[in-house]
């Protein structure tokens, strides 16, 4: 594991942790956290693309996440993406790397939301950059495996 690796992981873990000591956790404090993610996907995609030709289809976006965007972060591809081709992507991540640290059991189910929060923002970020507004959920439901549900807004 290269040391960016290392610091961003443990940035994450401190941010996290800071929110969860937090007396009142409000939601204004998940959302901050689900900004910082749109703000740094939104920069890492204008990096990544900026000798790329332009994405024609909404698919091919998709799939540049899964693929590039996504290794770019957590050295690894997304395990799957399925659609419903009608605005509906899911995104699968079977071992998320954010999680693995804390997956022993599932007694830190109940922080998981806190965790992943970062990385939806990191994905309505990217994909905003990339012209599609969104809405990105997560779902975990045995750790570390990890869903984001993306629903594409239509204008």
Not at 10 to 27: A, D, G, R
Not at 119 to 148: K, Q, Y
């Amino acid at each position: 594991m290269a040391m960016q690796d290392i610091l961003f992981e443990f940035l994450h873990h401190e941010i996290v942790s800071y929110l969860k000591s937090k007396p009142n956790k409000e939601e204004e404090d998940v959302s901050e956290l689900e900004y910082m993610g749109f703000a740094c996907g939104f920069r890492i995609v204008e990096r990544l693309t900026k000798d790329w030709p332009r994405f024609k289809e909404e698919l091919d976006i998709l799939k540049f996440l899964c693929t590039d965007f996504w290794s770019s972060i957590y050295q690894r591809q997304v395990d799957n993406l399925r659609t419903n081709h009608q605005g509906m992507y899911v995104l699968c991540d079977n071992d998320f790397r954010l999680l693995t640290k804390i997956s022993d059991g599932n007694q830190y189910l109940e922080y998981a939301p806190l965790y992943v929060t970062f990385t939806c923002g990191l994905i309505r970020g990217a994909l905003a950059n990339l012209g599609i507004t969104c809405i990105v959920h997560s779902e975990v439901h045995s750790m570390p495996a990890c869903r984001f549900n993306i629903q594409v807004q239509k204008s």
